[in-house]
Each structure stands twice: as C-alpha cells, then as structure tokens.
C-alpha cells in the first residue's frame, strides 16, 4: 500500500522560500510510470495543482507559479520536494503531495493516492 | 488553462435524497478525462470517479458519473450519512491540471 506524507515548517516568513518534504512508502518514486505531485488548498478554497515531478525526474510546473517553483527529488531517501520562493500570505494553504501516473504513454493525472496534507502559514 | 464551474455551491439534502453536481468546463475536456473526489473536513480528497464514469476503488454503486465535452454530472443515487462532504471536479485533458471550486453536499 502506497503512502505518503508531508512535512516541513508549518510558519514561513514572508518574502523567504517555503520548503516541504513528500516521504513515499510502498514504491519507489523512480520505478514505475507514475508521477509524483504538489497540490495545495487555501483556505476557504478549492485545490490548485503545482506541478509534478515523474519517475525519470522529468518536471512540470503550473504556469500560474512556475517561476517560484521547484520540485526535486531525492531517490535514495524515495522523497521528493516542494520549494516556493518569496512567499506571501497569499501562499498560506494546506499543501498536499499526491500520485499520479501513466497511461498509454502520457501523463494520466489522475491523484490516486495523497498525503494527509500539512498546514503552512506564511506570517512575520 | 481550462475554468470548471461547479454548482451549485452547497446542496442541502436529507438523507435517502438523490444529489446530483454539476460540473461545466470552460472548453471541452480532452477524452473526457473529468474526475471527482470526495472530501471530508480534516482530510485529503479521495478519488472517486475518473474518465468521467468509472468508479474508484472502495466507493459504492450509488456513485455515479456522467456527461462529456463541456457538461459533467456526479450523481449520488441514494445519500447515505457517510456522503456529507464536499465534491470537486478536476480535468486532465490538458495541462495545467485544474479544479472546480466544489459542491459542498450538507445536511438539510
């Protein structure tokens, strides 16, 4: 059974990079056609998807963030990572580390399995 | 990037009543590649249709979904106290990757 979670600094200053960890248990982040994603959810609102990075270190960023964004990956740890530079309090949100995966070929993004997902608030 | 709208925003119910959520998409969706998750307060949303019709894992046969192109329906046939949650759509047609704004499905 695939797992995942969270972790990272629950308060970030404004203006400094937020910084948080996916540990995957039950698979190996580099094996497989799956995808290994940042979504996160502000509150009283709905999901907005970050980006993914798959299971040969290939990245997709969300257009709408992609100059603030990193998503990188430690195999031999099976974790993968969110950095989001210069953050503001409109980047206070639960952030979510979800799988997707691939099928026929492409990216299928689908979130199948997620994180219990871990608060962050960006306040001086 | 591809706008859903869902409505309504809450839909108050009782339990036994028939729920149906909309989803509209602001341009067709690619294969129909429309999903819905469920999600309670406190947790992670969990996958309960994709390719706009087939059932995920775990979630029962009063879980229905629907439609294509722009126009998709989740349609919950016989609400159970265990249903009360809110619902998003989300595409995957093409990138990026978007949600809707969710139904929030309440006690009435």
């Known amino acids: 059974q695939v797992q995942l979670q969270e972790s990272g600094p629950g308060l970030v200053k404004p203006s400094r990079t937020l910084s948080l960890t996916c540990s995957v248990s039950g698979g190996s982040i580099s094996s497989g056609e799956l995808y290994w994603n940042w979504i996160r959810q502000r509150p009283g609102k709905g999901l907005e998807w970050i980006g993914y990075?798959?299971?040969?270190?290939?990245?997709y960023y969300n257009p709408s963030l992609k100059s603030l964004v990193t998503i990188s990956r430690d195999t031999s740890k099976n974790q993968y990572s969110l950095k989001l530079s210069s953050v503001t309090a409109a980047d206070t949100a639960v952030y979510y580390c979800?799988?997707?995966?691939?099928?026929?070929?492409?990216?299928?993004?689908?979130?199948?399995?997620w994180g219990r997902g871990t608060r962050v608030t960006v306040s001086s | 990037e591809i706008v859903l709208t869902q409505s309504p925003g809450t839909l108050s119910l009782s339990p036994g009543e028939r729920a149906t959520l909309s989803c509209r998409a602001s341009?067709?969706?690619?294969?129909?590649?429309l999903a819905w998750y469920q999600q309670k307060p406190g947790q992670a949303p969990r996958l309960l249709i994709y390719?706009?019709?087939s059932r995920a894992t775990g979630f029962p046969d009063r879980f229905s979904g629907s439609g294509s192109g722009t126009d998709f329906t989740l349609t919950i046939s016989r609400l159970e106290p265990e249903d009360f949650a809110v619902y998003y759509c989300?595409?995957?047609?093409?990138?990026?990757?978007?949600f809707g704004g969710g139904t929030k499905v309440e006690i009435k």
């Open positions: 390719g706009a019709s």
């Open positions: 989300q595409q995957y047609g093409s990138l990026p990757l978007t």
């Open positions: 990075i798959s299971y040969s270190g290939t990245t």
């Open positions: 341009q067709s969706v690619t294969s129909n590649y």
């Open positions: 979800a799988r997707s995966y691939d099928s026929g070929g492409h990216f299928y993004g689908v979130f199948d399995y």
